[in-house]
Structures are given as C-alpha cells and as structure tokens.
C-alpha cells in the first residue's frame, strides 16, 4: 500500500532506542513510543506486561490511553474483523491498511504486525520485501510471522535488515489446515521440538516469542531457557507477557470462546442494548427531538 500526497501519512514509530529510565512497561510515564529494547529490559527486571490485539484507530487509542505497551495488529483480523473462517485468506494489503490505522490511532504503544499466510513462506526475500513494506508504508515498529525452525532464515534477514521480529511458536494459525486446532508440545518428542523452535527463533535475533496454546510446564521451561520474553496465549501464567484478541476480552466474540481466554465486559450485549434502544426511539418517533434539531 502507498500513500497518495493528499493522503495523511501514517503517524510513524520511532527508531528503537534504549530507554534508561527504567520505567514499567505498564503504567509508565514515558510519552514516547515504547521500543524492543523496552521490551528486553523489561525481561531483566522481571516484569511482566499485556498485549492486546487491535484493527482500527478508534479501538487502537483506547488502548493506548489505557497504557497498553504492546499492540498486535494480528491476522486474526481475518476470524474476528473481516468475517473470514480462518486467519489463511487474510492478504498483505489488508494488513497494511489497518496497521496503518492502528499507528495512526496510538502514540506510545509498540505496534507489531503479522505477516500473513503467504507473505513471507516462500523464502526469506518474499519476508523482507513483505516486513518491509509494513514498516514503511504503515510506519509499524516490528513484525511477527509463525514458525521456529523453518523460519530461521527469514527472522535472520529480517532482523540484519533492521526490522525487529516477534516470533510465533507453538499453535500456528496459518498451518490451521494441516495441525488443527490444538494444543501443542505434548509429547516428549513434541516438547523436545518446540523448545528447539524457541531457541531458534532467539538465536535468529527476534525480540520475543509467542507461545500460544502450548501446556503451561513447557511454556515456564521455555521461558526459563530464553533470555527474550515469551508472550503467552493458552500457555498458562508463568510467560512475561499475556496476550489476547481484543475481541475476546470484552464480549464481541459470539458463541464459544477458547478456554484460555477471560471476558472481562460484554460489548456486544451493550451494543445489541444500544441499537434496540435507537431503533425503537426511531420507530416511535421520540428520537430526534428538539435539541437534535437545527433551525
């Protein structure tokens, strides 16, 4: 995605620079856009700190007025923001477009966006060309894609490039057809390869790892073994980090949620209130009523 000169610009993160302060990820004072040598320092003070997705600017500055340190623009965008089944059809240019708007809605949060499913598989040329047209074109300050051991190549490119990266490990969404949705690591031999796709995503240089549903013995084993922080989803309390799809977390997402999750408002029952309580004013005639109206 480019931007036309009458196009405002994305509003773009700053270069990542080391932040002496010392201040909490969460609850800090620092105006400033948190960075990946935040996020490390973090990991060495032993702190822990939230994540939430986000796909729009409005939702977007929400949370960082709420002092959410990390947003996710995350390709589960496809399940719960564009009406897909799965995160597979999610395309670059629908990436692009709404981390653009999440940047654009934040000031201080680190925004990290997800290469989606065949933007980075072919090789580590297609990630580059993938990463580096969302950091420039949507002004994001780091990227995620899935994988431990076959994407060693692409997180390597990416970070010697300049371009931090967040890695994904454990369930992979995008392998949806192939794994299922289930958890991962169970096994001795499961275990065994997930705690090598954990060492080889730090060793390719990424900032930080996602675990997602992965048991929590093995997630703590992991997140003992890694000088990087380990975000967890489904993979119990002992990760640095939490994260969840927002729309979990206040009630928009309808029927079943993943047990992992915890609903902490219902949304969609204000919002179903909200719309029921317009249309019948409308209907019966008491909305608008004078001090609506213009003379």
């Known amino acids: 995605m480019t931007f036309s000169s009458a196009d405002p610009a994305p509003s773009r993160q700053a270069p990542a620079t080391a932040d002496s302060s010392g201040k909490a990820l969460y609850g800090g004072k620092s105006s ?47 399940n719960c923001h564009l009406g897909y089944e799965t995160t597979v059809p999610v395309t670059l240019d629908e990436m692009a477009m709404l981390s653009a708007a999440v940047v654009r809605g934040t000031k201080r949060a680190l925004i990290v966006a997800d290469l989606p ?61 192939a794994m299922g949705y289930r958890v991962q690591g169970r096994g001795e031999e499961a275990a065994q390869q997930l705690l090598r796709d954990a060492k080889a995503v730090q060793d390719a240089g990424a900032f930080a790892v996602v675990l997602e549903l992965v048991p929590g013995e093995l997630a703590a084993e992991v997140t003992r073994s890694l000088h990087i922080p380990t975000v967890g989803i489904g993979a119990g309390p002992t990760t640095d980090a939490q994260v969840l799809v927002y729309t979990d977390m206040v009630g928009l997402t309808p029927g079943r949620v993943p047990r992992f999750t915890k609903q902490y408002a219902n949304l969609r029952e204000t919002l179903g209130g909200a719309a029921r309580a317009f249309a019948e004013e409308v209907v019966g005639g008491t909305f608008p009523q004078e001090e609506h109206t213009f003379h």
Do not use: C
């Open 32 to 78: 400033r856009r948190i960075t990946v040598h935040d996020i490390a320092a973090a990991k060495e003070r032993g702190e822990k700190w939230p994540m939430l997705t986000a796909y729009d600017a409005m939702t977007a500055s929400v949370f960082d007025e709420s002092g959410i340190p990390v947003m996710l623009v995350g390709d589960s965008m496809g």
């Open 117 to 177: 499913f065949g933007s980075y598989q072919e090789g580590p040329v297609q990630a580059l060309r993938s990463a580096t047209r969302l950091v420039k074109d949507a002004g994001v300050g780091a990227v995620k894609l899935e994988g431990g051991e076959r994407s060693h190549e692409q997180i390597s490119l990416l970070v010697a490039s300049g371009i931090p990266v967040m890695g994904h490990i454990g369930l992979t969404p995008q392998s949806v057809n």
